[in-house]
Nanobody, 112 residues
């Protein structure tokens, strides 16, 4: 059963922007944080950003701070990742997580 569904990935030129979405079809009864992770080719999966249930607390890894913005709409049970000023180093599969499960990932490719 698919619980988290990411979308919005694709190919973008360096300097461009993308917004990823993650819809949570499963969890409805508990409050939970959500996070975006990324896994570049040949590297470990690492966290990019996380956001509290209320949305008041957002945290970012040093590698994305200032470029990425995480947000959420609890009415839609969706979390977003706005990515700006992308460079090829941000090429990766991006996954969302709701403390319990993972999405299938969405590929982001940044061309130089």
């Amino acid at each position: 059963q698919v619980q988290l569904v990411e979308s919005g990935g694709g190919l973008v030129q360096a300097g461009g922007s993308l917004t990823l979405s993650c819809a949570d079809a499963g969890r409805t009864s508990k409050t939970y944080a959500m996070g975006w992770f990324r896994q570049a080719p040949g590297k470990e999966r690492e966290i990019a950003a996380a956001i509290s249930w209320s949305g008041a607390d957002a945290q970012y890894s040093d590698s994305v701070k200032g470029r990425f913005t995480i947000s959420r709409d609890n009415a839609k049970r969706t979390v977003y990742l706005q990515m700006n000023s992308l460079t090829p180093e941000y090429t990766a599969v991006y996954y969302c997580n709701n403390e319990v499960s993972w999405g299938q990932g969405t590929q982001v490719t940044v061309s130089s």
